[in-house]
C-alpha cells in the first residue's frame, strides 16, 4: 500500500467535502448547539435559582394569609422575599386572581404538638413563570416551619438521621454536573458518531455511482482507497472536538485535560469509524449499511455505558480534574481495540478488494 | 378517484418489495439479531447502572453511617477517616463532613458536590422518617396546592410587562372585580397515614440518577394529593427529553428509509420509469410515503401502548410524522450526495429536536409551551389532557409547513429537477421557480409569500430560543436584525426565483407591482396565522389584536414593501451577487422600523 495514494484519497475527500459546502453545515450545527446548551444553562439557571440574578433579589412578593395565626406567619414576615397581608380567604383568593398577590396560604388551627400533621392550603398562579419562582421562596419557609414543627414532636420518633448542617444554599438544580457529566461527553463524541455515519456514506457511494471502478483502473490499490477515506474521517475528529472545547472555553465552562480528553475522543472515534467502514465494505449499499451501522452503534454504547470506567466516564473525569494517571491505561486498551479492528478490516478489505479487481479483470477478459 | 387510490397502492406495494428485497436476505436477520442484542444490552445495562459520572467527586467523612449512605452513590469516592486526620487534611477532596459540620471546596466542582451530597441526604432523610412509626412526627406539616387560573396571563406576558403585583406597605390590596366565596379548606388530610407513607417511600425509593429518566412516562410528582415541603419545587423540566428519545427519535429514524428511497431513485435513475408510467407525480410521492407513514404510525403507537402512555398522544403525534416525511422528501430530492443526505439530515433532526424539546420545557409553566406538540404529550401524559384549541395552536404550524414542502416537492418531482445535481442553494431555488407560474406571476408570488409564513414563524421562534441569553441589549438588538432578516430572505426568495427563471419579466413596473403582491401575501398570511393561534389563548385578547392590527395595518404593508422593494431592486440592478446586500440593507431598514416601533411604544 503506498502512503501518498493514501494522502492523495484522504485529500480529495477532504476537498470534496470543503466544495459541497457540507462542512458548513456540521459547524452550523456546532454553533448551534452551544447556542442551544447555553441557553438551557443560563436560561434555566435563571429561571430556577432566582437568587443567580442579582436583579431579583430585591424583589418582594406579595402573600395573603388567611385562617389562624401561626408562628408561620412570623417567619414569612421575617424573610426579605415575602410582604405578608392578613385577609379574608376569599377577598385574598380574588386577589390572587388579578394578580394582585403573589399567592395565598391558609392555616388550620391545628396545634402545633398535635397527633395529626398541620395541613396548610396554598394557592398559586397556575401557568406561570412567576408562581414558580415564588414556589421556590415558600419552600424555604415551609421547611423552617417544618423543621420547628418537627423539633415539638420529637420525642414521638424513634430513630433520627445523622445530622449534618446542611448550608441553605445547598439547593438547587446542579447545572454543574448537567454541563460536565452529560453536555460534554455527549458533545465530544458527537464528532465521531458524524465521522462514523461519513465513512459509509463515502465508501457506499463508490459502489452506488459505479466510480469504483474508475478508481480502481488508476495506481490507486483498493487498500489505499479505504484508509485515505478513513484517514480523512478520523482527521475531523480531534479538529470538531477541539473546536467544541474551545467553544465552551469561550461560553465560560473551561475543560480540564484537553489533550488527552483529545487522544480518547480520537481513539474511540476511530474504532467506530472501523465499524462504519467494515459494515459499508460488507454491504455496499448505504441504507442498509447505515440501518445496521446505527443499531450496532446503540449495542455498544450500551455496553460500553454499563462498564465502569469507560471512555465517556473517563472524558468526565478528565474534564473536571478528578482523575489520575490511571486513565492512560485505558487509553492504551483503547488503542489496542483499535488497531486489532484495524488489522480486521484490513484483512476484509483485502478480500473484498480482491475480488472486485478479480472481477473487473474478469470483465475486462 | 378511484385510479388515483389504485395507482398509490400499486407504488407502494413496488415500494415495499423493493427495500424488502435490497435489505432482506443479508439485513434483516442481522437486525434481528441485533435487536435481541439491544435488549440483552439494555439489560445488562439496567443492572449494571450507567457509568457516566462515576467518581466525579471526593468525599471524606468520620462518620461510618453517612459512608455508607454515600456510597451507595457512584459519582461520590467516599473516604472514612478519623476526626483528628481531617483537620490535617491534604489532597484534592470536594466535600469534608465531621462532627456534623460540612465544608465544601469553594470551587465549581465542590459546590455541585455540595448539591449532590445534599440530594442524597435528603433521600436517607426521608428513609430515616417514612420508617418512623408515627408518621406525623416525622412528616408534621402537609401542603395542599391550588392552582389558581389568572385571566390575565397571556395578555400579560406577552406585552412584556411586569407579571406580578407590586406590593405596597401596610393595607392589603383589593381586588377590584367580584369576590366569590372560597369554601374553607378541610384541616385535616383525608388519606390515611399509610397511603401517605408509601407515597413517600416511593419517592424516595428512586435513584435520581436512573429514575428521574425512566419514570417520566408513568409517574409524576404532581399527582400527589398532598405534599411535604421538600417536596414542593417543581420538578427540574429536562425530563421531557426523555420523550424525545422515546417518541421523536425512533420517528426520525424510520423517516431515513424514506428519504434514503427518494435519494435512490435519484441516483440509480429508476424514478425514470416511475416518471413514465400513468403515475402523476403527487400519486408517486403518496404512494412511497404511504408505507413509511403507516410504518411510524405503527412504531408510535407500539411505543404508546409499551411505555403505558395514553393513546391520545397519537393525535400530536401526527402532524409530527408527517413534517419528518415532509423534510425527509425535500432532503432526499435536493442532497447531491450522501455525504450532502447526512449533514443535511443531521443538520434537520438537531434543529427540529430542539425546536419540539425546548418549549416543552416550559410545560406546566407558561403558555408559550403549547408551540410545541411535545408538550401536548406531556399534557396527556399527567393526565390533563387538551382541547381542540390548544391542538390547533400546538401542530398548526407542523401541519402547514409540511403541506407546503409536500407541495412543492410534487411540483418538482419531474426528470428535469430528480437529476440534475446543482449547488443546494441554486437547487432550491429552482425548486421555488418551478412552483412559480409565469403566467400569473402576481397570483403565484402572493400565495407563495403566505405560504413561508409558517417557515419563517419556526425559524424566528428558534432564533428567540438561541438569542435569550445574551446579555440584554444585545440580545435584542440581534433578535430585531435576525427576526428582520429572516423575513426579508423569505420574502426576497419567491421573487428571485421568478427573476431567475425568467429574467425578462422583471422590469421596474412589474417590480413595482410584484413587490406589492409579495408584501400584501405576507402580511395576510402573517396576521391570519397570528390570529388562528393568539384565538386559543383568550377570547378579549383576540379582539384587542384584531382591532389594533387592523388600524396600523398600512404600516407593515408598507413597511413589507419597501424591504421587498429594496432587496428586488438590487438584483435587478446588481444581479445575482447584489442579493445578499440587498437583503442586508432591507433588513437594517426593517429592523429600524421594528426598533422605532417597540421602543415608540414602550418609551
Redesign the interface.
Known amino acids: 500500500m503506498n502512503l501518498r495514494h493514501v494522502t492523495l484519497i484522504a485529500r480529495k475527500e477532504l476537498r ?2 470543503a466544495n ?4 458548513v ?2 459547524v ?2 456546532q454553533l ?2 452551544a ?2 446548551s ?7 439557571a435563571t429561571l ?1 435559582d432566582p437568587d443567580a440574578v442579582a436583579g431579583f433579589s430585591g ?4 402573600v ?1 394569609y388567611t ?1 389562624t395565626d401561626s408562628v408561620l406567619r412570623e417567619l414569612l414576615e421575617e424573610s426579605r422575599d415575602f ?1 405578608v ?3 379574608d ?14 399567592a ?1 396560604i ?1 392555616v ?3 396545634p ?1 404538638d398535635a ?16 408562581a ?1 419562582v415564588v ?2 421562596k ?2 424555604d419557609v ?2 423552617d ?2 423543621e420547628q ?2 423539633d ?3 420525642d ?12 441553605p444554599s ?5 447545572f ?3 454541563v ?3 453536555l460534554i ?1 455527549l458533545l465530544v463524541f458527537m464528532p465521531a458518531i ?1 465521522s462514523a ?2 465513512i ?3 465508501i ?2 463508490e459502489y ?2 459505479g466510480t469504483l471502478e474508475t478508481l480502481m483502473a488508476t495506481p490507486v490499490t483498493f487498500g489505499a482507497m479505504l484508509w485515505g477515506k478513513i484517514a480523512a474521517c478520523l482527521v475531523l475528529v480531534p479538529v470538531q472536538a477541539a473546536a467544541w472545547l474551545l467553544l465552551l472555553a469561550a461560553n465560560g465552562i473551561v475543560v480540564q485535560n484537553a489533550v488527552p480528553i483529545l487522544l480518547h475522543v480520537t481513539a474511540g472515534s476511530l474504532i467506530l469509524i472501523l465499524i462504519g467502514a467494515f459494515c459499508a465494505l ?2 455496499r ?4 449499511a ?3 451501522f ?3 452503534i ?2 455498544v454504547i ?2 460500553v ?6 471512555p ?2 473517563l472524558i ?2 478528565l474534564a ?4 489520575g494517571a490511571e486513565h492512560w491505561i485505558i487509553l492504551a486498551a483503547t488503542a489496542a481495540a483499535a488497531v486489532l479492528l484495524a488489522s480486521l478490516t484490513h484483512a476484509y478489505a483485502d478480500r473484498v478488494g480482491g475480488m472486485r479487481n478479480n472481477r473487473i479483470l474478469q470483465d475486462q477478459r | 378517484m378511484h385510479e388515483a387510490i389504485s395507482a398509490i397502492l400499486t407504488i407502494s406495494r413496488w415500494e415495499v418489495k423493493r ?1 424488502l428485497t ?2 432482506g436476505r ?2 434483516l436477520p ?2 434481528a439479531l ?2 435481541v ?2 435488549i440483552l ?2 439489560g ?2 439496567q ?12 468525599m471524606v467523612t468520620d ?1 461510618p ?2 459512608a455508607a ?1 454515600i456510597a451507595e452513590d457512584p ?1 461520590f469516592q467516599v473516604t472514612l477517616d478519623s476526626a483528628d486526620a481531617l483537620r490535617t487534611g491534604g489532597g ?1 477532596v470536594d466535600l469534608v ?1 465531621a462532627g ?3 465544608a ?1 471546596a469553594d470551587t ?2 465542590g ?2 458536590a ?6 442524597d ?1 435528603a433521600r ?2 426521608t428513609w ?2 417514612t ?4 408518621l ?18 397571556f395578555l ?2 406577552q406585552q412584556g410587562q411586569a ?3 407590586v ?1 405596597r ?1 401596610g393595607t ?11 369554601a ?6 383525608d388519606l390515611s397515614a399509610d397511603d401517605l407513607r408509601s407515597e413517600l417511600v416511593a419517592g424516595a425509593a428512586e435513584d435520581p440518577q436512573v429514575s428521574r429518566y425512566a419514570d417520566v412516562l408513568s409517574s409524576d410528582p404532581s399527582d400527589l394529593a ?1 405534599k ?3 417536596q ?3 420538578p ?3 425530563d421531557s427529553i426523555v420523550l424525545i428519545f422515546v417518541f421523536i427519535f425512533p420517528l426520525y ?1 424510520t423517516s ?2 424514506f428519504m ?2 427518494i ?2 431513485e435519484r ?2 435513475r429508476k424514478a425514470e420509469i416511475l416518471l413514465t408510467t400513468p403515475a402523476r407525480p403527487a400519486q408517486i410521492i403518496a404512494g412511497k410515503a404511504l408505507p413509511y407513514l403507516i410504518l411510524m404510525l405503527a412504531i408510535s403507537l407500539l411505543l404508546t401502548l409499551a411505555n403505558g402512555a395514553p393513546p391520545a398522544i397519537m393525535l400530536p403525534l401526527l402532524p409530527v410524522i408527517l413534517f419528518f416525511l415532509a423534510f425527509a422528501l425535500f432532503i432526499g430530492m435536493v442532497a ?9 439530515s ?2 434537520f433532526s ?2 427540529a429536536t ?1 425546536y419540539l424539546f ?1 418549549p416543552s ?2 410545560a ?4 408559550i409551551s403549547l408551540i410545541s406538540p411535545l408538550t401536548l404529550i406531556v399534557l396527556q401524559v399527567q393526565g390533563e389532557g387538551f382541547g381542540a384549541m390548544e391542538y390547533l395552536y400546538a401542530t398548526s404550524l407542523f401541519w402547514l409547513t409540511s403541506a407546503v414542502l409536500f407541495a412543492l416537492c410534487t411540483a418538482n418531482f419531474t426528470e428535469e429537477r430528480l437529476f440534475t445535481h446543482t ?2 442553494l441554486s437547487t432550491v431555488r429552482a425548486f421555488i421557480g418551478s412552483a412559480l407560474s409565469t403566467a400569473r406571476p402576481h397570483l403565484s408570488v402572493f400565495l407563495a409569500a403566505a405560504c413561508t409564513i409558517p417557515f419563517v414563524f419556526m425559524a424566528q421562534l428558534m432564533l428567540l ?5 445574551l446579555p440584554m441589549p444585545f440580545s435584542l438588538v440581534t433578535l430585531l436584525l435576525g427576526a428582520a432578516f429572516v423575513e426579508e430572505c423569505a420574502k426576497a426568495l419567491s421573487l428571485y426565483a421568478l427573476a431567475r427563471k425568467s429574467p425578462g419579466l422583471l422590469t421596474w413596473p412589474r417590480l413595482a407591482t410584484l413587490g406589492a403582491a409579495i408584501a400584501l401575501g405576507f402580511l395576510v398570511g402573517e396576521k391570519t396565522l397570528l390570529l388562528a393561534t393568539l384565538a386559543q389563548i383568550s377570547e378579549s385578547v383576540f379582539g384587542a389584536v384584531l382591532f389594533s392590527s387592523l388600524q396600523v395595518l398600512w404600516l407593515p404593508l408598507s413597511l413589507h414593501f419597501i424591504g421587498i422593494a429594496i432587496t428586488g431592486a438590487a438584483v435587478k440592478l446588481g444581479g445575482r451577487r447584489a442579493l445578499l446586500p440587498g437583503l442586508l440593507a432591507a433588513s437594517l431598514v426593517h429592523s429600524l422600523y421594528n426598533s422605532f416601533v417597540i421602543l415608540g411604544w414602550s418609551g
Open positions: 470534496g467535502l459541497e459546502r457540507t462542512i453545515f456540521a452550523l450545527l448551534f448547539i447556542m442551544f447555553s441557553f438551557l444553562m443560563v436560561g434555566l430556577y424583589t418582594r412578593y406579595a395573603g385562617g410582604r397581608y392578613p385577609m380567604l376569599s377577598t385574598a383568593v380574588a386577589a390572587l386572581k388579578e394578580r394582585k398577590l403573589n395565598v391558609w388550620p388551627a391545628t402545633p397527633v395529626e400533621p398541620v395541613k396548610i392550603t396554598l394557592y398559586t398562579i397556575q401557568n406561570d413563570i412567576q414558580t414556589n421556590v415558600i419552600k415551609l421547611l416551619y417544618e414543627l418537627r415539638l414532636r420529637t414521638r420518633l424513634t430513630m433520627e438521621p445523622v445530622a449534618v448542617a446542611i448550608p445547598a439547593g438547587g438544580e446542579n454543574y454536573e448537567f460536565f457529566g452529560l461527553p458524524i455515519a461519513l459509509i456514506d463515502l457506499t457511494e452506488q455511482h460488507h454491504y449499499e448505504r441504507t442498509s447505515q440501518f445496521i446505527s443499531t450496532g446503540v449495542v450500551l455496553l455505558l454499563a462498564l465502569p470506567a469507560n465517556l466516564n468526565v473525569r473536571i480534574g478528578a482523575i | 427495500s435490497t435489505m443479508n439485513v442481522l437486525a441485533l435487536f442484542f439491544l444490552a439494555t445488562f445495562a443492572q449494571r447502572g450507567v457509568h457516566l459520572q462515576d467518581g466525579m467527586y471526593a462518620s453511617d453517612l449512605v459519582r484534592p463532613v456534623g459540620r460540612i465544601a465549581d466542582r459546590r455541585a455540595l448539591a449532590a451530597f445534599a440530594r441526604y436517607y432523610e430515616v422518617y420508617t418512623q412509626e408515627d406525623f412526627a416525622a412528616y408534621p406539616l402537609w401542603i395542599d396546592e391550588i392552582p389558581v387560573k389568572s385571566e390575565l396571563d400579560a406576558t407579571v406580578g403585583a406590593p406597605r392589603p390590596p383589593v381586588p377590584e372585580g367580584s369576590v366569590e366565596a372560597v374553607t379548606p378541610s384541616a385535616s388530610l398532598f411535604t415541603p421538600s414542593l419545587s417543581p427540574l423540566p429536562f429514524f431515513q428509509f434514503m428511497s435519494m435512490n441516483v440509480d447531491r450526495s450522501f455525504k450532502e443526505l447526512s449533514f443535511l443531521i443538520f438537531t434543529v430542539s425546548f420545557i416550559f406546566n409553566v407558561h403558555v449547488r443546494l430560543v438561541l438569542l435569550f441569553n
